[in-house]
């Protein structure tokens, strides 16, 4: 159990950045069965099913590190597979939970899993905002970012633009292909700017879904930063995109029903109703 005062410090400290960092929250153990379950599962590529290999941020040319690794997307839908029991049962993990509900202010409800591979010399993922994809309401998403490798400048780890936490959802712009194998970036407002975040593996990064965030390139040639990352709902959340409202689940597991989004979204009918 967390204490109280530590929680509380924690939580003050993150509702001013908009983000915080909760220090070994899983144990080497921990990381590496799902380090090791989840690299046994790409041993021979792409996944049918799991790994993102289709559409228009799936396409990799011959000489991407993303072709062989390209991130699992729902991989606790998936209780057939080794993948399935170890993302669900660390997506529902009761050490979770008390900084959800502090944060959020509201019961959480799991809505997505993800896991990346970032090899070495991959592409990082521009700034964006998660709650563009989720479009929960009212409120905004929650995400826990679960570090697999120590994660860091070199190899590609996380960034995020202090402050942004109280930000409307903006209109994404183009990102560079080069740098980015997504495609949407949103530009830090005047007097903001990205702070890159160290972690350790076991590590777990707590932010909503309007802070700006996102990854630089994995510029190591031996290091992959591999990642576990999930995706929480308020309780009381009217609305959900519709890819994400499928057997969403509360810590107690009873399974929950939100009403897809309606409406174009923030940014008119050009917003793509597709996953994070």
Same mark, same amino acid.
């Given at each position: 159990?967390?204490?109280?005062?530590?929680?509380?410090?924690? @939580? &003050?400290?993150?509702?001013?950045?908009?983000? #915080?960092?909760?220090?070994?929250? =899983?144990?080497?153990?921990?990381?590496?069965?799902?380090?090791?379950?989840?690299?046994?599962? *790409?041993?021979?590529? %792409?996944?049918?099913?799991?790994?993102?290999?289709?559409?228009?941020?799936?396409?990799?040319? %011959? &000489?991407?590190? !993303?072709?062989?690794?390209?991130?699992?997307?729902?991989?606790?839908?998936?209780?057939?597979?080794?993948?399935?029991?170890?993302?669900?049962?660390?997506? !529902?993990?009761?050490?979770?939970?008390? +900084? !959800?509900?502090? =944060?959020?202010?509201?019961?959480?409800?799991?809505?997505? $899993?993800? #896991? +990346? @591979?970032?090899?070495?010399?991959?592409?990082?993922?521009?700034?964006?905002?998660?709650? +563009? +994809? !989720?479009?929960?309401?009212? /409120?905004?998403?929650?995400?826990?970012?679960?570090?697999?490798?120590?994660?860091? @400048?070199? *190899?590609?780890?996380?960034?995020?633009?202090?402050?942004?936490?109280?930000?409307?959802?903006?209109? %994404?712009?183009?990102?560079?292909? $080069?740098?980015? =194998?997504?495609?949407?970036?949103?530009?830090?407002?005047?007097?903001?700017?990205?702070?890159?975040?160290?972690?350790?593996?076991?590590?777990?990064? @707590?932010? *909503?879904?309007?802070?700006?965030?996102? $990854?630089?390139?994995? $510029?190591?040639?031996?290091?992959?930063?591999?990642?576990?990352?999930?995706?929480?709902?308020?309780?009381?959340?009217?609305?959900?995109?519709?890819?994400? /409202?499928?057997?969403?689940?509360?810590? &107690?597991?009873?399974?929950?029903?939100?009403?897809?989004?309606?409406?174009?979204?923030?940014?008119?009918?050009?917003?793509?109703?597709?996953?994070?």
């Amino acid at each position: 159990m967390i204490a109280t005062d530590r929680l509380a410090a924690e @939580f &003050d400290a993150g509702s001013r950045d908009g983000y #915080f960092v909760a220090r070994d929250l =899983f144990t080497p153990e921990e990381v590496a069965e799902i380090r090791e379950t989840f690299m046994e599962m *790409n041993a021979n590529g %792409p996944v049918e099913g799991l790994s993102e290999i289709v559409g228009g941020r799936g396409e990799y040319t %011959p &000489d991407d590190p !993303l072709r062989f690794y390209p991130r699992m997307m729902q991989p606790h839908f998936h209780p057939e597979l080794p993948v399935g029991p170890v993302a669900k049962k660390y997506m !529902l993990d009761p050490r979770l939970r008390p +900084y !959800l509900r502090a =944060f959020m202010g509201d019961e959480p409800v799991a809505v997505q $899993s993800m #896991f +990346y @591979f970032k090899p070495p010399m991959a592409r990082g993922q521009e700034l964006h905002q998660d709650n +563009y +994809y !989720l479009r929960v309401k009212p /409120g905004t998403c929650m995400a826990a970012w679960l570090a697999i490798d120590d994660a860091d @400048f070199e *190899n590609g780890g996380m960034k995020v633009v202090p402050g942004s936490q109280d930000l409307e959802i903006a209109c %994404p712009s183009q990102a560079d292909a $080069s740098i980015s =194998f997504t495609t949407d970036f949103v530009a830090p407002p005047e007097g903001m700017s990205a702070v890159h975040v160290d972690l350790k593996a076991g590590d777990v990064l @707590f932010f *909503n879904g309007s802070i700006i965030h996102g $990854s630089s390139p994995n $510029s190591s040639a031996t290091r992959f930063r591999r990642s576990l990352i999930f995706h929480y709902v308020p309780l009381s959340s009217e609305e959900v995109g519709k890819w994400y /409202g499928i057997a969403m689940e509360t810590f &107690d597991g009873d399974k929950v029903e939100i009403q897809g989004a309606t409406g174009s979204g923030p940014c008119g009918t050009a917003q793509p109703m597709r996953p994070h």
